[in-house]
Every structure is written in structure tokens, then in C-alpha cells.
């Protein structure tokens, strides 16, 4: 049950800040379609490194890092921000 508990966790906290992306996407000046694919081509790498870092440190170290990379980007982003003056930082998470 716990093992379950944790699996929906983890579900919910992932498709929504992937959807959040995609939406805060349409912020960043710019191309939106370039932007798109610049965010695609960043998800890839992304995936790759964590690949890698799942097979040296493990999943759980891993997703621990992510999630405290996550709370100080969201933290930052959220001290920052003002009036509209979050672009940059707001880049630097989608591309994170």
C-alpha cells in the first residue's frame, strides 16, 4: 500500500509539472514553436541524464534530487517574480 501510495505520488506530481511546462511555455518571448522544440530537445537530454544517474546512484537518490531541484526552481520562481519580470528564470525551469 505504501509502495502504492508513493507510485501515485510521483504520477501526479510529474504529469502536472509536465503540463505545467507546456503551458507556462507560451510565456517565454519568442517563437512558440521553436521554443516547443527547444524544450523537446532539453525533455531528451533530461532523460538521458537521468538514465545514466539511475544506473550509477540509484532511483531513489535520484528522485530526491529532482524534487529538491524542483522546490528551489519553484521557490526562486515564485521570490522573483515581478510584475512579469520572471521571464528568465521562467526559461531556465521549462529548459531545467
Known sequence: ?????????????????????????????????????????????ADVAAGVLIAYVGIKRVLQLSYIISFIGMLSLIIYSRNGDNVYILAIIVLG
Not at 3 to 32: A, H, Q, R, T
Open 1 to 45: 500500500m505504501t509502495n502504492l501510495i508513493c507510485l501515485i505520488f510521483i504520477w501526479i506530481s510529474v504529469s502536472f509539472g509536465y503540463y505545467l511546462i507546456l503551458y507556462e511555455l507560451k510565456y517565454i518571448k519568442g517563437d512558440l514553436y521553436l521554443n516547443g522544440i527547444v524544450s523537446s530537445l532539453s525533455e531528451i537530454a
